[in-house]
Every structure is written in C-alpha cells, then in structure tokens.
C-alpha cells in the first residue's frame, strides 16, 4: 500500500476517475438496453448506434463533473492519510453515491414510488414520510461513513477494495474506449 | 458635366457609406421582384385542432368565440380534411399539394420524397420572401427537409424558454435524435427513470427555476413538448407579429404553433371555464383501435382540450386584430388551419392511432383574404392538399402539374363539386418511400360518404383488412356503419380508393 505521498499522481488520478466513471457507465448501458428496442423501431441501424453515442456521451460527461466534485471533496480530506486511503476513501464515497441514485432510479421505474415514500410504506409500514426521511437519512450517512471508517482503520479492508478497484478500472476503461468512439460518431453526424 | 469629385465630396461620400452600412438591416428592405402587387400569404396552423370541437362548426360548446367572429369575413371551409392523423403526412400534404401516398411523408424518421425538396410551396412561391416557424419538433423535421426552398427558417427553441442546451447549441444538425436522448438521458418525468444519475437533478432544477414564474398563469403547468421545452403561445404570436410587419414584401409566412396539441395546458383565464357546464358528448362504442380510454376520462381530457382551444382562439383573435391594426391585413392572405385533428370517443384518445375517424381527420379551414367583408361558406369536400393550388390561383400564378389538390370553391371559376373525392392516408409505421404501403390506414370522401380501409395492423388479428363505410352527410357522429348494407357503395369507394392509393405508388417510384 502507498502510504508515502498525500497527492495522487497521474496513475492514481486516472484510477480515481475509472472508479467514478464506473457505476455511472454500468446503469447507462442497461438503460441503454432497455430503451434501445423502441428507439431502433422504426430507425435505422443508424439511429440505434446515434442514440447510444450520445448517451454514452452525456454519461462521460457527467463521469467528468462528477469526478471533479469527488476531488474538492479530497481537499476536506486530512492531509495525514496516505494516497491509498484517500482513494479507497473517495473511490467509496463515488461508489455509494451512484449506488444511492441507482436506488432512487429503480425504486422510481419498478415502484413507481418516490424513494422516501417508498422506504415510509416497506420499511415503516406507511408511518410518516417525514420520519421516513429522517431514518433514511441516517441510514444514508452510515452508507458513507462506515465504508470510510472501515478504509481508515483496517488495512485489509483498505486492500481488498484497491484490488476491487484495480479490476473495475479496467472495465470501466473498455467503457471509456466506447465513449470516445461515441463522441466521434456524435461528430460526424453533427457534420 | 465633370466626373471629377473633391477630396472633401469623396471623405463625405465614404461617411454616407459606413453610415448606410451600419443601419439596422430592417429599415432597408430588400424587395424582390414580380410586382408589389402581390398580397401577403400567412398560413397559420395550429396543431391538432379538430374541426368537431370548434363552435364555428356546429360543437355545442363555445369554444371559438374569436374565430365566429371573425368568420364573417371570411370563406369557411366546413368540409374540410387533414391528408392524415398526424403532424408528418398532415403537414407534408398541406406544403406540398399532394396526398401521403404520393409524397410518402408518413414517418419523420424516414422523410418526404426527394422530388418534395425542390417541389412544394416554398419553391411555388420563390418570389416571396419565405419564413416558416414551428414548435412541433415532428412538423419541424419536415420543414428542415424543405430549408432549401425557403428564406429562412427559425429554430424552434428561439421561442423556447429556456433551451435543452444539448440539441438547441451542440447538436443542431441532429436534432430529433440528440433531443430524443438528452429526455431519456437528462429530463426526470413520469416514471421512466433518467439515465444520468445527478445532472438530472440539476437539470431539473434549472428548468424549474426557469418557469416557476409563469405557474400562475398557467397553473395547470406550462405548454411544452416531451415535457421539457416549454414554450408560451403568446411569445410565439408576438414574434410573428414582429415579422409580418418587417419582413420584406411579398412575404409567405407558414407558421405551425404547437396548441391545442397535448398537454392541454390552458392559461388560468380559462381553466375550468367549461366545468359543470352540462356537455356530454354521446358515448360510443369501442373501436378495434381502442386505447381503451374510458368515456368519463375522455369527457375530462376533452374539457381540458377544449379550454385549451380558448387560449388559441382567444390568441389568434388578438392576432388577427394586430394585423388589421397595422395594415398588414390589407395586402395579405390570412389562412388557418390545422395538420390534424383530436379525438376523445370510442375509446381512442388525441390522434395517436391509426384511426381516422371524422375528430382525427376534419380540420378547420378559414381564407381571409385582403378587403374581404362578408363571409362565405362552402361545404363541398376540400383537402388541405388543396391550399396550395388554391394559393398559386389567387396571386395569379400557375398551379405545377404534379400538384393533386385543387383549386377550393369560390376561388375558381365554377361551381362546388360535391362530387369530388378526397382522400387521406396514415401509415407511421411505413418505412420506405415507395412501394406498397402497409400497414396502412386509407380514407376517401365522396358523395356524402365516408369509407376508410385499415389493413396490415395489428390489431386486426391477421384477419385482413378492416373496411368501414358512413354516410357522414346524415351521420356526422358515424353512428351506423354501412359496409354490409350498401356493398354497392362501399365496393366502388373501395376501388376509387385503392386506385388512388395505387396512383401514388406509381408516382412514389419517380418521386424517391
């Protein structure tokens, strides 16, 4: 484990964003997948493969945005943790993020429920909303906190999830190669 | 004479130059030839707006009060048809003087035929100075296949509040497509769920931000279309107006505004004007293309429709009253329409379908033309494929060979012909540009009777095609369906229909 230098250099920032862009990726392309039938009826090939490079586009974009909110939130971090802390660290707060707003997304598509109103029917058996928010509230914050809390103090822990993160990076790579094929598709067509 | 100039003559003369250069381009209008005679054309649509739901024609509530109004000066068209159900073959018709299956404008992925690009009202009337607008993304679509035949037309998110960002700047080229995924991807609706995980949300609150002060006067929400461009029918009136009173002249101006097209988001001057007021319309039985709309939720989407159609009437009333304010009413030809109709019966609802029954495919048509003071009526069957022989008639050009419609009644030498046919068609699932259309949806009005033919869809479970004939000249409600018990009629409809049909796959052929 690196635990000598507190900046990332440029392989552990290209790690950082992989990680990011990963959940990210995942749920375009299975949104991708559903819709893609209904898009591609009545176009042509053409415009199934249009329609997926601009998703794939605006997704690389936002893996963009996000991963720059995901660095100013490494400012707040202590400079006393090591570079592979602040990764899994970061990496986990991104990981979870997106896990939260795939949650919201599904609970939305399956349900037909806004979250809180959701977890209110299942979770509390139709008690108020507001403390439907409250608890998932702290079920939110725990979500983020005891996977950092984890990172910090066990080394295994902190190991175990690099090597999950070495292996999700490069998937997510292959994804970024889709991407980038996108936006030349995106740049042809706007030609 | 000498040709000589001072130095102090050339300085002054160099000012006036830069000077003139640097005037606002609408104090020096360029005129184009042919005459300054030639009247003004505006062609005004309004999308999805049934000829059953206009007072003007006989609806039981008071939806147009505007539009009776001014009737009295103008020619009213009561028998009157879109050339489809919906905004691509409806609108394709209407610009090109043709039938769907002929111009093969049925799917907007697909296009009208190439012959069309250089063919149709634009390039008729290329001596005009020729600007189109619409909000409709679908009628839009036609209209950049046609940019080559005009002056100039005006990016529908221009009169957008707000844009998408996406397909309004980066994406122009593309847009149908890079709109249809940045609403997958970006806008929060319904419950289809977004691609993006938290630019959505961002997304959302920009647009929300945007027309938060407009929910009180619309606070039923704000028009838009794919519920994210949002659009007021009074800035896109007060546009037009702008235009007709500084575009250089003779000017045809074919504007196509989105309302009384879904949402029916009336402005709160007319919410619930109709509520409690007693109108049932009779319930009818259930059609083979139902969407399977109960008859009290139809009743409530038909109110709301029709509180709606007070904003455009309300609109197009002040609209009219400028032009005559300003003069520019007295030299130009003032047309209004619409692409398509709205139905709430039968279980179907809005124009989604592929019916064609008489709310989906009667269309209203008023021609006001320059000096015009008392009204006229015709109730011959007319098409809209007929406006634009009609329009070449009355600025005394000639009408091109290709061109199906004919001249209306009252503006050609002889009389109405109740007789005539006229047809319209509806295949958005058809793909190609020639050939055999199928499946397909085909109507043909003659003699005070009404038959369509439905073939190749679904619905019909593979036991052939569908036929449905009405006497609509005493069954306007198409109550009673005839094909079994006039098969004379039917069979000789039946066979003018499919020739017609068969014509424009003919001409489909030499028209790709």
């Known amino acids: 484990m690196n635990t000598q230098s507190s900046k990332f250099n440029r392989g552990e920032l290209i790690k ?30 053409s415009g199934a493969v249009g329609f997926s490079a601009y998703v794939l586009s605006y997704t690389l974009v936002e893996s963009l945005v996000l991963f720059g909110g995901i660095l100013l939130l490494g400012l707040l971090i202590s ?44 979770a509390l058996l139709g008690a108020s909303p507001w403390l439907g928010m409250a608890l998932l509230g702290l079920l939110v914050t725990f979500s983020f906190a005891l996977p950092v809390f984890l990172a910090l103090r066990s080394e295994k822990f902190s190991s175990a999830m690099l090597s999950i993160f070495d292996r999700l990076s490069l998937l997510s790579g292959m994804y970024l190669f889709f991407d980038f094929a996108a936006i030349i598709i995106l740049i042809v067509r706007n030609v | ?70 009737a009295s000066r103008a020619t009213v068209y009561h028998n009157h048809y879109a050339g489809g159900n919906y905004t691509f073959p409806g609108t394709s018709s209407l610009l090109t003087g043709t039938y769907p299956f002929t111009h093969r404008g049925f799917n907007p992925r697909v296009g009208i035929a190439p012959f069309f690009e250089q063919n149709n009202l634009f390039t008729a009337f290329d001596q005009y100075y020729r600007l189109s607008y619409t909000h409709n993304s679908v009628a839009f679509t036609l209209l950049t296949q ?13 009169l957008f509040l707000g844009g998408d960002l996406v397909s309004d700047i980066l994406f122009a080229n593309d847009e149908d497509l890079a709109s249809v995924s940045w609403r997958q991807a970006m806008v929060k609706t319904g419950r289809k769920g977004t691609y993006s995980l938290f630019l959505a949300h961002l997304y959302r609150a920009y647009k929300q931000n945007l027309i938060k002060k407009y929910t009180g006067l619309y606070p039923r929400g704000i028009p838009n279309i794919r519920d994210d461009n949002y659009f007021l029918l009074e800035d ?43 109108y049932r319309s009779i319930e009818k039985p259930e059609h083979i293309f139902t969407n399977h709309r109960g008859y009290q939720d139809q009743e409530n989407e038909r109110r709301w429709y029709d509180e709606f159609i007070l904003l455009v009437d309300a609109e197009f009333g002040r609209m009219f009253d400028q032009l005559e304010q300003t003069g520019v009413l007295d030299n130009t030809i003032v047309v209004f329409t619409s692409d398509h109709g709205e139905m709430f019966e039968r279980g179907i ?15 209203p048509l008023l021609i006001f033309e320059p000096g015009q003071t008392s009204r006229r009526d015709v109730y011959s069957p007319t098409s809209n494929a007929d406006l634009m022989p009609t329009l070449l008639q009355m600025t005394g050009q000639p009408v091109p060979e290709w061109v199906e419609g004919e001249v209306l009644p009252t503006y050609h030498a002889g009389e109405e012909d109740p007789q005539r046919s006229v047809f319209a068609a509806e295949a958005k699932s058809f793909e190609r540009q ?30 052939g095609p569908l036929t449905e004939l009405y006497d609509i000249e005493n069954d306007p409600e198409e109550m009673d369906e005839l094909s079994s018990s006039q098969k004379g009629i039917a069979g000789d409809l039946l066979n003018k229909l499919k020739d017609k049909v068969e014509e424009g796959n003919q001409k489909s052929l030499d028209y790709r």
Not at chain 2, 35 to 40: I, T
């Open chain 1, 16 to 45: 950082l964003f992989l990680i990011v862009a990963f959940p990210l990726h995942v749920w375009t392309i299975l949104m991708t997948l559903r819709d893609v039938g209904w898009v591609a009826e009545g176009r042509t090939l």
């Open chain 2, 1 to 70: 004479m000498t040709n000589n100039i001072s130095r102090r003559d050339f300085l002054k003369l160099t000012g006036a130059m830069y000077l003139a250069s640097s005037m606002p381009s609408v104090m020096v209008k360029p005129q184009r030839a042919a005459g300054s005679d030639l009247p003004n054309i505006l062609v005004v649509v309004f999308d999805a707006f049934s000829a059953r739901n206009i007072e003007l024609y006989g609806y039981d509530r008071p939806t147009t009060p505007n539009l009776s109004r001014l």
């Open chain 2, 434 to 463: 020639y050939g055999e259309i199928n499946p397909g949806s085909f109507m043909i009005v003659k003699d005070g009777y009404k038959l369509t033919h439905y073939t190749g869809w679904e619905q019909l479970n593979g036991g």
């Open chain 1, 79 to 122: 400079k006393n943790w090591s570079t592979d802390q602040r990764l899994v660290s970061l990496g986990l707060v991104a990981t979870v993020l997106a896990s939260w707003s795939i949650i919201e997304q599904i609970i939305l598509v399956l349900l037909h429920e806004q979250m809180t109103r959701a977890f209110s029917s299942f």
């Open chain 2, 146 to 158: 046609l940019k080559q035949s005009m002056d100039k037309l005006k990016a529908r998110q221009d």
């Open chain 2, 236 to 278: 896109a009136i007060d546009w037009s107006l702008e235009q007709v009173t500084s575009l250089p002249q003779p000017f045809l101006g074919y504007f196509h505004y989105l309302p009384p097209h879904d949402p029916y988001f009336t402005r709160h001057d007319f919410i619930d004007h109709f509520k409690g007021d007693g």
């Open chain 2, 349 to 363: 609802t809005k124009h989604y379908n592929e019916s064609l029954h008489m709310p989906i495919i009667q269309v």
